[in-house]
């Protein structure tokens, strides 16, 4: 019952604010109260999973099972191992902080607000731990709502525009991974003469190569989109931008990793021969989305813009990891999830703040921001460097990792992905030079107030993790490691050595019999 | 005749007196005079429900020719579902509009007792007079707004298309006697076990009008010409009670006669459903973006929901089949609440059907705009509403058939329905609402419609499973 209830408790904190009467906002602040306490619940929930959860075993814990519809062996089926266990708690540290980041901006309908912030908490924690399909694909979709309503009522300018590509982009992908899924229980009938959704039993179905490979590709491309990778980005820029700053937090700090976790978690142990194929391919469109996204980020006027296709990049990184599929790589790719969940929501955090203040996200309307707020651009320097990969900070192990392990898999795409790392430098600098350094150039920059007590908590946390996780990452690598080394043996134990050779003459006939 | 011999027509019975008591009702009363004929319906629903119920699993049979088995009765229990739904939302509206509810309850009633013999009938001249009897109760209610051009516009056009594809229907239906020597479907289908029986010529003919009377009472595309007219010049209730109510019986007899009857000559009519089926989905969805009133928009929104439901139809799988009976309870559910809730919004003057009229009912009336938003929703297909599971359950049965192609469609063309459902929801929530338009009023029955079907939706999207296995048991009995 641990992890339900971990799942239940954002859902019940909007319960309970469903029955405060906040007519015209007269009771904003409870409700804000409400939503935070819920939230910090949830948050502790989270530790306390962490606190429960034994480094030492590789498999599935916490397990919680009921039937659910018997007629299709659809179980409730929910569980932590190393690898979503950090996703939990990162979704739990994060909604809070984007609760306290639009404490003051969000200032109308805040009840509404508060309540999609919950339920979209809720379901991004049911992404996380469900391990039947049905159950993941039912967290995966209803995610959507709350997060299209965020985007489009409390958004900027072109908010609408915003959230129904948003929705249209990712539901699009998701759509055809619905199909895939029946079809892979379809394919558990056929097989052992029932149907079944759990995921471990469809981790042992022997599927034709071909079979994966449309299998492969319907599950990518859902994923691919919500990294999302490279060509399939374009929703994104639009969504960060307009979302108000706790969607933007959330968006980029835990639904982006959804897209990896799910590549991690489904695409690559289903469909082990082609994942051997389709790696090469993919970790193309990673390094092209490393070094694309930091160039364009590189030339962005608004600030939110810049970190919106920073993210593209350093997504890139993690589904090269994913690509490399060794240890190293894998968990470097989990750990750069963490932070850049970390680094990249304190970003958004700190730009929400700038533009609560200055009503513009333009870089060129900032300038000299350190005489006037000294507090502020401290933070705001240690996260662009943990953005960076300074060692010492979090990003620099993750990136480490990854590069460590791509190296032995590949060295060249090691090689261009290190390109992207200088160019996050170049970006990153550049754009805190030009906010922060410099004289104060604009009057109105001049009489800005530095950090509140309710802005240090938004980001003071974050700001230690950053440090923390630069430091001391064992602290979260030593219970990822079994579960990681599960994984990357039952990926490449199950790969047919002949695949590659194997795989090539039957995608191209399959592509015929298309044709 | 032993009364037992009348049991399984007991379900229409009870709607069919209560409609007649509600015209007596009519005749009876003074003008001006206030009198609950709503509650007669209730009564006469409740009544065929309960006996549905007792019926279930007993396979009774009359005259031959009116099975009460439990396929049958579960697409009664759905109608009766519409019926009550339908009645309750009415009576706020018949009231404002000035339209006579007796009048109104008897054709309402009557019309569902057709369409309840419909889903029960199992000789092909039994199924077109249970047609006509909906038809023309569907007919005279689109047309039941006196005041309105548009309505008897759509009442005639709807009228005349009918009528037309009655005419094919019973021309189907003289082929098929004409080859077969009966037009009862058990006795059909004995003479349909020989090879020479299933490719005769005139079979064939009698296959492909039938087909084409039924494509029309359920708009299939090409057959769904008159849909968008009818509905959006039918009162917003009327149109809710005949996109499901109609549909289901429809659905019900079509399964009944091509699943059951004519399965032996699928490979005859497997691909015409199947293009059907895909330009159906294609079609309702694609002309949907394009609507800019809500009534049209739910009317090609429907056409699209009858293409899924003919993919399931076409997937002859006892998934499919199953997922027809669920498709079309929620389906009932969750048109028949969005309808009701554009009658709702609007007053006697403005039917409110412009998108634009719906701007910034979140700010004016936040529940109905929550409900609405979940009714579009729950038609979109999102979890964790009904909507979803039914999509999911008819896209199994696809896939289990190895209709990829038709699953693969059918996930497409609604995430197509989604950008449209979806501007429903911007206006309601994203857009600032014009002064002058006034705050609904939703009175406590209707209001109480409404959460029962919500609640429904999202039951029925979270805990699915005793439905589902009804839905499977029903089947057993009669494929």
């Known amino acids: 019952m641990f992890l339900s209830s971990l799942i239940a408790s954002p859902l019940v904190g909007a319960l309970v604010l469903l029955l405060v009467e906040n007519r015209d906002g007269r009771r904003d602040a409870l409700v804000r109260g409400i939503a935070l306490a819920a939230s910090v619940l949830t948050f502790a929930l989270t530790l306390a999973v962490w606190a429960r959860f034994d480094p030492q075993q590789a498999g599935m814990q916490l397990v919680e099972r009921r039937a659910w519809i018997p007629a299709f062996g659809i179980d409730y089926y929910i569980g932590v191992d190393g690898i979503s266990l950090f996703l939990v708690v990162l979704t739990g540290f994060l909604t809070p902080l984007a609760l306290l980041s639009s404490w003051e901006g969000v200032h109308r309908k805040v009840k509404s607000f508060a309540i999609f912030v919950l339920a979209l908490e809720s379901f991004m924690l049911g992404v996380f731990v469900a391990l039947d399909l049905f159950l993941f694909y039912l967290f995966w979709d209803a995610m959507l709502i709350p997060m299209y309503f965020l985007i489009g009522i409390w958004g900027y300018e072109r908010r609408i525009y915003a959230a129904v590509k948003f929705i249209l982009y990712t539901m699009a992908g998701s759509v055809l991974m619905l199909v895939a899924i029946i079809s892979l229980a379809y394919l558990h009938s056929v097989e052992h003469g029932t149907y079944s959704f759990d995921l471990f039993r469809l981790y042992e179905l022997r599927l034709s190569p071909s079979l994966q490979f449309w299998l492969f590709l319907a599950f990518a491309l859902a994923f691919a989109i919500k990294v999302p990778l490279v060509p399939f980005h374009t929703w994104l820029p639009d969504a960060h931008v307009q979302a108000p700053t706790a969607g933007s937090v959330i968006l980029a700090g835990v639904l982006l990793k959804m897209g990896a976790y799910g590549l991690v978690r489904f695409a690559f142990p289903l469909f082990p021969d082609a994942a051997a194929f389709l790696a090469p391919h993919l970790a193309v469109l990673a390094v092209v989305g490393i070094v694309y996204g930091a160039l364009v980020a590189m030339v962005q006027p608004d600030l939110k813009k810049l970190v919106a296709y920073s993210s593209v990049s350093h997504l890139g990184f993690v589904v090269l990891g994913i690509a490399a599929m060794n240890t190293q790589a894998v968990e470097g790719a989990i750990y750069q999830m963490l932070n850049h969940g970390v680094s990249t929501g304190a970003l958004f955090i700190i730009v929400g703040m700038l533009s609560d203040r200055r009503h513009t996200r333009l870089i060129a309307d900032f300038g000299g921001l350190k005489k006037v707020m000294p507090r502020l651009t401290a933070v705001f320097l240690i996260i662009t460097l943990s953005s960076i990969g300074l060692p010492g900070l979090n990003g620099f192990v993750g990136e480490f990792l990854i590069l460590l392990g791509a190296f032995r898999w590949n060295p060249r795409f090691a090689t261009f992905a290190a390109l992207g790392v200088i160019l996050s430098a170049v970006y990153m600098l550049w754009m805190f030079q030009r906010v922060n350094y410099g004289e104060v150039t604009s009057h109105e920059n001049a009489r800005l107030s530095d950090l509140t007590g309710r802005e240090w908590s938004a980001v003071g946390p974050a700001v230690v993790m950053a440090i923390v996780m630069g430091v001391f990452p064992t602290l979260f690598l030593r219970p990822m490691e079994p579960s990681v080394d599960e994984l990357v043996r039952r990926v490449t134990s199950r790969q047919q050595t002949v695949v590659m050779n194997r795989l090539e003459p039957i995608v191209t006939s399959s592509l015929d019999v298309c044709r | ?479």
């Open chain 2, 1 to 479: 005749m032993p009364l037992t011999a009348l049991m399984a027509v007991v379900p229409m019975i009870c709607v069919t007196l209560t409609g007649i008591a509600c015209m007596m009702a009519e005749a009876f009363r003074n003008r001006g005079e206030r009198m609950p004929i709503g509650g007669l319906g209730v009564i006469g629903l409740a009544g065929a429900g309960i006996a549905a119920g007792a019926l279930w699993g007993q396979n009774t049979t009359s005259f031959g020719v009116v099975q009460a088995d439990n396929f049958g009765l579960f697409v009664t229990i759905v109608l009766v579902v519409i019926g009550l739904l339908t009645i309750a939302f009415s009576s706020q509206v018949l009231e404002r509009d000035d339209v006579p509810s007796g009048e109104y309850y008897a054709l309402t009633l009557f019309g569902l007792a057709g369409m309840i013999l419909m889903a029960t009938a199992t000789d092909l001249l039994l199924i077109f007079l249970a047609l006509e009897v909906l038809s023309l109760a569907v007919y005279v209610l689109t047309a039941i707004r006196r005041d309105s051009f548009a309505g008897a516009e759509a009442g005639f056009k709807y009228f005349l298309l009918g009528g037309f594809s009655s005419a094919f229907f019973l021309y189907g239906i003289a082929f098929a006697f004409g080859v077969t020597g009966s037009t009862r479907l058990d006795r059909i289908a004995a003479v349909l076990t020989s090879r020479a029986a299933t490719e005769h010529p005139l079979m064939l003919v009698a296959m492909g009008l039938l087909l084409i009377g039924f494509g029309f009472k359920v708009s299939a595309v090409p057959f769904h010409m008159w849909t968008p007219d009818a509905y959006e010049g039918a009162p917003a209730v009327v149109a809710g009670f005949m996109s499901t109510g109609v549909k289901a019986a429809a659905f019900a007899a079509f399964a009944r006669v091509f699943l059951s009857t004519l399965e032996p000559m699928r490979a005859a009519w497997m691909p015409a459903l199947s293009a059907i089926a895909i330009a159906t989905m294609i079609l309702g969805t694609m002309v949907g973006v394009a609507q800019t009133g809500l009534k049209r928009m739910l009317a090609y929104s429907s056409i699209a929901h009858g293409g899924y439901l003919l993919v399931a139809l076409v997937s002859g799988n006892e998934i499919g089949k199953a997922a027809i009976l669920f498709y079309l309870l929620v389906y009932g559910l969750t048109n028949v609440g969005a309808f009701a809730i554009v009658a709702l919004a609007g007053t006697r003057e403005r039917g409110n059907d412009s998108l634009t009229d719906y701007a910034g009912l979140w700010h004016r009336h936040p529940t109905l705009a929550t409900l609405m938003t979940i009714f579009l929703l729950s038609l979109g297909g999102f979890p964790p509403t009904a909507g979803f599971v039914a999509k999911w359950y008819v896209f199994s049965a696809a896939v289990g058939s190895g209709d990829y192609l038709l699953a693969i469609i059918g996930v497409l063309t609604s995430v197509v329905s989604v950008f449209f459902y979806l501007r429903v929801v911007v206006m309601m929530y994203m857009a600032e609402g014009a002064a002058e338009v006034s705050r609904p009023i939703v009175g406590p029955v209707a209001a109480l419609a409404l959460a029962v079907s919500a609640i429904l939706i999202f039951y029925l999207g979270i805990l699915p499973a005793q439905v589902m296995t009804l839905a499977a048991d029903s089947i057993a009995t009669i494929f």
